[in-house]
């Protein structure tokens, strides 16, 4: 790609990527400004509400489909324009001016353990206090991640934030390993820079897998040799290297989203969605703790449902080879994520097409009050989704399909004799998916 002089011109363009950062930023601040104090009014559906109000609308209903579907295709790309990482270099800035040591971030810290708790918070948030359908939630985590970001900046050093506390980071780390876009040293270039070229503490000069890095261009602009390239390249290309055991918070994360995406998934299929929640409202009813039943959904939803699922898929993978239920999950995992970000990129599909026909509505009334008010009382007519159920289910169907292909073919290419054990359990989650996408498309009696 750098071969193409507008992309060369951009990519080393001295504002870039911080002009886009900036721009970007001040949008996330708007966004924290129009959604403060706004609650969902009395006699709304709180899901209609949300599509109406500028905040959850663009929040979540477009701008995280969209960076799940950039990821998984691109790669880690939003983290090049994402703001928060200039607002956290900014504070390193300001502490270095101000004469204050920065602590090198700790291990446990840099190896992902944070980044997957605030991770596990944000979700267990959704089913809890419907942070996605309330704009007031919105704009406090908004605010909260920028001065998480800011205080990362001041304590520590070498980009802190984004190494160890961004809770979007273990989703970017598991999807965007085989994205189409990447910073790579030439094929026998020589003088490609070192690690001093490199903020997130990696060396350019051997980077062979996009799973850290954040194509900020920074080792490109420090290349005098143009011996680093941004590269175009077919997807899970066959020279990144690969692991054939995930990380422990990686294991864990691909585990607990899990069981997030099969509640997704459920959404589309009403009689999934009511066998999905019987168990933790029936629970919650029994414990006589009713007004807490969001907060057993999240139990159920990260702990209890993603056990149920990968205790029989480990224990398959063991009675064939013999590992521990620790390794036979460690195995499985980064294959799985690709099973994983096919269920959310199906998700994704249904709901931004479902979402976005209501963004000239809250273009006008970024409030959204008046707007659901008058289409929860009929006189104002919602917008039809872009796709029917039925085209919704086969692009999902497809999605399931790619995915599961992927997943084996990325476990052959790390660990070849092991991936023969690990095929069923592949197939068997993705035949979950696969049954509760036809489901939603009235193929299941």
């Known amino acids: 790609m750098m071969a193409w002089p507008a992309v060369r011109r951009l990519v080393l363009w001295r504002e870039y990527p911080s002009a886009f950062q900036m ?32 905040v959850s609308l663009f929040v979540w209903g477009l701008w995280w489909p969209s960076i799940v579907g950039a990821t998984v295709l691109l790669g880690r790309v939003w983290c090049s324009v994402c703001p928060l990482e200039w607002v956290s270099t900014r504070a390193e800035t300001l502490r270095g001016r101000l004469g204050l040591p920065g602590a090198r971030l700790p291990r446990r810290l840099a190896a992902g353990w944070a980044a997957l708790t605030l991770y596990i918070l944000l979700q267990w948030l959704v089913p809890a206090i419907a942070i996605h359908r309330v704009p007031h939630y919105t704009s406090v985590y908004l605010l909260l991640v920028l001065s998480l970001a800011f205080a990362c900046g001041l304590a520590y050093r070498d980009r802190a934030f984004c190494r160890g506390f961004c ?11 085989g994205g189409m876009l990447a910073v790579r040293p030439k094929d026998g270039a020589p003088g490609a820079p070192g690690v001093e070229a490199c903020r997130s503490l990696l060396n ?11 194509m900020c261009a920074e080792c490109l602009k420090a290349d005098p040799e143009r011996a680093m390239e941004w590269r175009l390249r077919p997807p899970f290309p066959a020279e990144d290297a690969r692991e054939s055991r995930a990380t422990g918070p990686l294991t864990i994360f691909v585990v607990i989203v899990s069981g997030f995406i099969v509640s997704q998934l459920c959404t589309l299929w009403k009689p999934a969605e009511h066998l999905f929640e019987i168990p933790p409202e029936r629970l919650a009813g029994a414990l006589g703790l009713s007004g807490a039943t969001g907060w057993f959904r999240g139990a159920w ?19 064939r080879t013999g590992w521990s239920l620790g390794e036979s999950w460690r195995r499985l995992a980064l294959p799985m994520a690709m099973v994983a970000a096919a269920g959310h990129l199906a998700k994704g599909v249904e709901k931004m097409t479902s979402w976005a026909g209501f963004t000239p509505y809250a273009w006008v009334e970024p409030s959204g009050i008046a707007t659901s008010t008058a289409m929860h009382a009929k006189t104002l007519a919602q917008p039809a989704a872009w796709m029917s159920a039925p085209a919704v289910a086969a692009t999902a169907l497809a ?47």
């Not at 809770?167 to 390993?177: C, F, I, K």
Request: proline share 8%; charged share 10%; hydrophobic share 60%.
């Open 399 to 445: 999605l399931i399909a790619l995915g599961a292909a992927a997943a084996i073919r990325e476990a052959r290419r790390a660990d070849a004799g092991a991936a023969r054990h690990l095929v069923a359990p592949i197939l068997l989650l993705s035949a979950l998916h696969a049954f509760i996408a036809a489901g939603s498309g009235g193929w299941i009696p």
């Open 23 to 54: 721009i970007l930023l001040g949008l996330l601040l708007a966004m924290a400004v129009v959604g403060w104090d706004l609650r969902t009014p009395e006699g709304i559906p709180p899901k209609l509400y949300a599509k109406t109000n500028m």
């Open 204 to 214: 350019p000069s051997r980077l062979n897998s996009s799973r850290h890095c954040l």
């Open 301 to 319: 939803m990260l702990i209890v449902v993603p056990l149920l699922l990968w205790i029989p898929l480990g224990l398959l993978a063991r009675i």
């Open 167 to 177: 809770p979007v980071a273990p989703l970017l780390n598991a999807y965007g390993r």
